[in-house]
Structure formats: structure tokens, C-alpha cells
T-cell receptor, first 109, second 112 residues
Framework: GQSLEQPSEVTAVEGAIVQINCTYQTSGFYGLSWYQQHDGGAPTFLSYNALDGLEETGRFSSFLSRSDSYGYLLLQELQMKDSASYFCAASSGNTPLVFGKGTRLSVIA | DTEVTQTPKHLVMGMTNKKSLKCEQHMGHRAMYWYKQKAKKPPELMFVYSYEKLSINESVPSRFSPECPNSSLLNLHLHALQPEDSALYLC???????????FGPGTRLTVL
């Protein structure tokens, strides 16, 4: 089976940096993805890590440590529009994505 | 076209009704998915189609019946649903074997 753990809620100030952690227990792990979902919207893909290290895409970066079964999403220069739920998701073998329970990020002024 | 479309946006049905949800993509993706999402919960995988063949059925009750008429279309036929089936139903597609899934806007289903 697979399980992913991430904090349920995070609050951060506009302009700041926030890190959302994700630990996973997955047999045959392939990679870790991150999705953003605004209230009433659909999930949208943010990033994917299959190898250890940091992947940067604009204000968002994602990190993976396979040896620690750990990853994080880093959001810089936070904006109000970044308030959303963020899901980590793991894939393995021929098993499609399994999503974590999600972290609700609130950006405050 | 990098969009997944779903119809209808909203659906209210009784427990004896039969209805269908539709999903379409024109990105050439050969993997398509149905998810169910309850409020404040993650998407929960229901079915996966790979190259128009059902490859994964996550023990979904038979009152949900998926269909993939061609590589661009995915349907979910609903019959004799229960109130607890009320949820957001999301369709997604991806290139086969990749984790970047493109989600449609979903159908908000209410079962009375």
C-alpha cells in the first residue's frame, strides 16, 4: 500500500516563503508530484521529482530525498492567489497517483 | 488544445435515475481517469483507462459504470446512486506512464 503525510494547514504572510512537507511510504516508488487546487476548482499540476534534488519552476520549487522518503514544495514571494490546497502525490510501478490528504495554505496580508 | 472538458458542470439526480457524465480531451493522451472528490478531501481514484481499455477499477460499486468510446472520450454512467455518492467527479488525462495529469473542471453531483 501507499500512504503520504502532509500538514493539514499552513498559514503564511504575503511576500514570505513557505515550505510544505510530504513524507511517503510507497513500495516501488517512482516519483513525487505536487498539485494545487483552489476552492471550487480542479487540481493543476505543479511539479514532479523522480530524482533527488531540487526542481525550480518560477516561484515554486520542489525537492525530493528518496533515501528519506521525503519531499517538499517551496513557495516563494507568496501572493494572495497562492491560497489553495496543495497535494503531494506518489506513483509507483503501474499504480497511478495516490494523493496525500492535502495542505490548505492560507496567505494573509 | 490543452484542456479537458466535462459535462455537465452540475447534476442533481434521484436515487432511481440513470445519468451519464462526459469527459473529452484532444491532447492525444492515452490514459484517462475518473476520480471522486469529497469536500476537503483528496481526489480518490475510481477508474483508469489505458489505450481505451479499463486497466484499473479501484473496487468501485457497480452503480458506477465507465466507458471509453474512443481515445478522446470518457463516460461515467450512473444508476441507482446513493446520497453518499454526492461529490465532485473529476476526469483527468495524461500521456501514458507520466504523472502529469490534466484535470477537467469536474461535475458536481448531488444525489437526493
Amino acid at each position: 500500500g501507499q500512504s503520504l503525510e502532509q500538514p493539514s494547514e499552513v498559514t503564511a504572510v504575503e511576500g514570505a516563503i513557505v515550505q510544505i512537507n510530504c513524507t511517503y511510504q510507497t513500495s516501488g516508488f517512482y516519483g513525487l508530484s505536487w498539485y494545487q487546487q483552489h476552492d471550487g476548482g480542479a487540481p493543476t499540476f505543479l511539479s514532479y521529482n523522480a530524482l533527488d534534488g531540487l526542481e525550480e519552476t518560477g516561484r515554486f520549487s520542489s525537492f525530493l530525498s528518496r533515501s528519506d522518503s521525503y519531499g517538499y514544495l517551496l513557495l516563494q514571494e507568496l501572493q494572495m492567489k497562492d491560497s489553495a490546497s496543495y497535494f503531494c502525490a506518489a506513483s509507483s510501478g503501474n499504480t497511478p497517483l495516490v494523493f496525500g490528504k492535502g495542505t490548505r495554505l492560507s496567505v494573509i496580508a | 488544445d490543452t484542456e479537458v472538458t466535462q459535462t455537465p458542470k452540475h447534476l442533481v439526480m434521484g436515487m432511481t435515475n440513470k445519468k451519464s457524465l462526459k469527459c473529452e480531451q484532444h491532447m492525444g493522451h492515452r490514459a484517462m481517469y475518473w476520480y471522486k472528490q469529497k469536500a476537503k478531501k483528496p481526489p480518490e481514484l475510481m477508474f483508469v483507462y489505458s489505450y481505451e481499455k479499463l486497466s484499473i477499477n479501484e473496487s468501485v460499486p457497480s452503480r458506477f459504470s465507465p466507458e471509453c468510446p474512443n481515445s478522446s472520450l470518457l463516460n461515467l454512467h450512473l444508476h441507482a446512486l446513493q446520497p453518499e455518492d454526492s461529490a465532485l467527479y473529476l476526469c483527468a488525462s495524461s500521456n501514458y506512464g507520466t504523472d502529469e495529469q490534466f484535470f477537467g473542471p469536474g461535475t458536481r453531483l448531488t444525489v437526493l
